[in-house]
Each structure stands twice: as C-alpha cells, then as structure tokens.
C-alpha cells in the first residue's frame, strides 16, 4: 500500500462522512435501503425477451450512487424500466451518504450488507483494487462504463469578485501574494482527494502559473464548510459539481470562475465500475445491465426528456431538491456572476451517451491514462514516471471496455461503438496536450509538477 497510512484513512473518511450533511441537508435525502420503484410519469420500457442461453444468469445486483448529475442513467435506468427490459429485474440503486461510504460499502459487497458496485470518481475504481484507499484492502473492480462528461465548475466567494479570476486569471499574483494582503493564504477546497475534483481545480491553477501544493491552501473539507467558508469570506475556491454553480450564484455565495467544459470540453467524468468477481461471476448480467445503462444514457440526452427527468431526479426519492435547481444546468444555462457572460449552449452542461466529439458512454482507456499519469504529475501515492508501464497495464486489467463493446453490440447501437481504445490526442484550455500515445512527453511538458 503506497503512502497510505491508517491515521490518514480515518482522517479522509471523516471528511467525507462530513460531507454527507451536504447531501441530506441540500441537495438529497438520506440513504434509503430499499429499491425503488418504476417512475409514474411515464411507462416503462417493455422487456426484451432474451434469446435462449442468453438469459442473465442473476437478476439482483446493488448499485450505489451520489446524488448528483452524474448518477442519472442509474437512476433512470431503473425508473423507466431500462433494467428490466434486459432481464434485470432486480437491481437496487442505493443512496450512498458519500464517498466514503460508497468505498467501504464496495469493500463489504453487497453479501455484506454493502453494495456491489455504482457510481465513482476517478480513478477511484483503481485506487480500490490497488487497496489504496481500503487501508490495504484490495478490491479488485472493472470499470465499464463512463456516466457523463462536464457538470462541473470552479466557484469563487463574492469577497474575490473584480478581481480577473476566470478560466484565465488575468493577473496569477493577486492569488499568489493573497497572504500579504489577507494575512493567509488563498484557500481553495474539494470535498475528496485524489480525484475528478481535485484534479479539475489543481489543473486550472497550474495551468495559470500557480502553484496548488505551495502557492495556496488546497484542502478536503465537507460541502457545508466550504459554503458556509465562502459565505463568510474564510474560503476562497470550491471545486464542485452540477447543481451547486446554480445554488452558489443565486444565493450570493460568490460566482464561477469556469466551468470544466471550458477547460477541457467534453472531459470524463463519472464512471459505473463493478466488483470484479460479480462480473466475473455474472457476464451475460453485467452485459444486460451496460445495455439498461446505454438505453438510460441516450434517453438522458434527448432534449424532450429533460423535463421528466429533472422531474424525476429532483423527488424525494433521489435528489429531494426544488426542481428549478436542476432545470437550468440541464438545458446548460449558467449565470456565471461576476459580470462574466451567462453561458447557454446545451453542450456546456452534462451529456450522457454522445457530445461534440464522439462517444460519452464508452470507457475509453485514454482517459483512465490521464487520470493516473495526473496523479503521477502531483506525486499521488507515491508514484513516479517509471510507474506509468505498469499503470498502463493495469488499465488493461481494469477497464472492461470490451464487455462495452459486446453489449453495444448486441443492443444494436453498432453505429456509436468507438473504433479504437483512446480518444486520441486531448487539448486543454491553455494549450497543452496530452497523447496517451506518450504519457512522459505530457508530463515533461508540465512546469508547475512533483515529479
């Protein structure tokens, strides 16, 4: 186990349980133990009689999930019947109060009273198997399908407003030199470490010349600090996800700085990953469940869908949030603050199945690279550029995009199943690439690193 010592596991799964007031107090319920049922609005899917031998050989699993944007093609796929159209009639997607409840309960599977697998951050699936973040428990997963791209954003407290900072800060020092003027320095918080939301903000600081490790306080602190933090100007920056850009400018909190579509457009995001020995055990179910997961994605993304499902994800069951929360980042509208021009454009806010590039649904192994060579870039773990072969080969292990691939197939979407395993080269706002052709190239091209 690399780095990782016990002390610091109670420590982060603290901070995390932390959080979990932000769920049940702002943006969802508490955890419900029991499945939920077919949503009223609509009908649901008709079953798909499944060919003989093709029969899924369990109909039962438990997903877990966060109430946010990100989970909405599980939830979907079980409230419109996506799920039982392929023969899994059993499945349960479970409230997680966090991500930390959401690791342990993987850990216990579902025979355990956990969960067997669900919605993650990345690269969390591998940071499970490798037992880094289990205090040495290692739980091997498969990642299967990506849930969504974009739905994020870097917000700022109102105190820090006129001053230039947006996807370009216009002048790094006024963030750099805070502490002569402020006695402290620029804080800056994401609500788990060594993650999508930690990643976003330390690349949108570096790529603006600042240091995120020595130049501020970057830190992991419960939503509700943090908001609270912005409110009463202790806190500077949140790197968060859709629905709180919504939240933080219309109740005056502070305003975006940028959105992480205008960072890197149509970005990965969150992933379904599973316990490798369900899928193991199960194949023909894990396929029948991609191609509920496929059905629910392309249903998200159909414009005259998007009003059943705010409806939908906003109710008590899930979300328990008014639904005009959601109404604006789904039909991507963002009031920005700060006199920044609002943002309207449907491909700025969360897409599930296809975006401007191509496919959203498919794992592309690309894009678990650049998730483990950032946290090589900022020394996570302890891993260094010579890890990077055998990261590459743990990608080969991890990410199952060939069940992707089959269950694509057999569903008949044939026309949106990528042709290769990388998306190819990636560019960022400010003018850097990524080729996960040469993963060492990128980060030698970095000037603000660890490594």
């Known amino acids: 186990m690399a780095n990782f010592s016990r002390r610091k596991f109670l420590v982060t799964a603290g901070i995390s349980a932390a959080g979990s007031i932000l769920l049940k107090g702002c943006v969802g319920n508490p955890p419900s133990q029991t499945p939920t049922g077919a949503s009223p609005t609509s009908p649901a899917a008709s079953p798909t009689p499944a060919a003989a031998g093709d029969a899924p050989e369990t109909t039962q699993i438990k997903l877990g999930y966060i109430p946010i944007v990100e989970s909405a ?42 969960i067997d697998g669900g919605q ?18 290692k739980v091997p997963m498969y990642v299967l399908v990506q849930l969504v791209t974009q739905g994020n954003g870097i917000a ?14 216009a002048d790094p ?12 320095k620029f804080k800056a918080a994401h609500t788990f470490p060594n993650v999508n939301q930690d990643f976003w903000i330390r690349f949108w600081f570096a790529a603006n010349g600042i240091d995120p490790d020595n130049d501020i306080d970057l830190l992991a602190v419960p939503p509700p600090e943090t908001v609270q933090g ?3 100007g202790t806190m500077d920056a949140f790197s968060t996800g859709d629905p709180w850009p919504y939240r933080i400018v219309a109740d005056d909190i502070g305003f975006m700085s940028t959105l992480t579509a205008e960072m890197w457009p149509f ?35 159909d414009p005259a869908n998007r009003a059943e499902l705010v409806q939908i994800l906003s109710g008590r069951n899930f979300f328990n949030i008014p ?32 975006d401007g590039i191509g496919s959203v649904s498919y794992p592309y192994k690309s894009h678990d690279l650049w998730f483990l ?3 090589v870039r900022w020394g996570f773990h302890g891993w260094k550029p010579d890890d990077l072969d055998r990261l590459k080969g743990l990608i080969d292990t991890i990410n199952r995009e060939d069940l992707w691939r089959e269950a694509a197939q057999e569903a008949g979407f044939t026309a949106d199943i990528p042709t290769e395993t990388s998306r190819g080269v990636e560019t960022f706002f400010d003018g850097t690439q990524f080729d996960p052709a040469n993963p060492k190239a990128y980060l030698d091209s970095l000037k603000i690193k660890r490594v």
């Open 173 to 184: 020092d006024v963030i750099k030199n805070f502490a002569a003027a402020e006695g402290r």
């Open 120 to 137: 993650w951050q990345m690269p969390m699936p591998y940071l499970i198997s490798e037992g880094i973040i289990t205090n040495g428990n």
């Open 267 to 301: 970005h990965p995001e969150e992933y379904l990953a599973i316990r490798a020995d369900w899928v193991d055990k199960n194949p023909k179910a894990t396929k029948a469940l991609l191609k509920g997961v496929m059905e629910a994605q392309q249903w998200c993304d």
């Open 323 to 354: 639904a005009p929360i959601l109404e604006a980042p789904f039909a991507g509208k963002y009031n920005m603050g700060d006199g920044k021009p609002a943002i309207d454009d449907f491909k700025k806010g969360p897409l599930y199945w296809k």
């Open 230 to 232: 912005m409110r009463n």
């Open 73 to 114: 093609p599980l939830i979907i796929a079980q409230e419109k019947g996506f799920f039982a159209k392929y023969g899994m009639t059993g499945v349960e997607v479970s409230k997680q109060a966090n991500w930390a409840s959401a690791r342990d309960n993987v850990t216990i599977g579902s025979a355990g009273g956990g």
């Open 373 to 375: 060579t950032e946290s």
């Open 156 to 169: 700022i407290s109102g105190k820090n407003a006129g001053k230039g900072i947006g996807l370009k800060i």
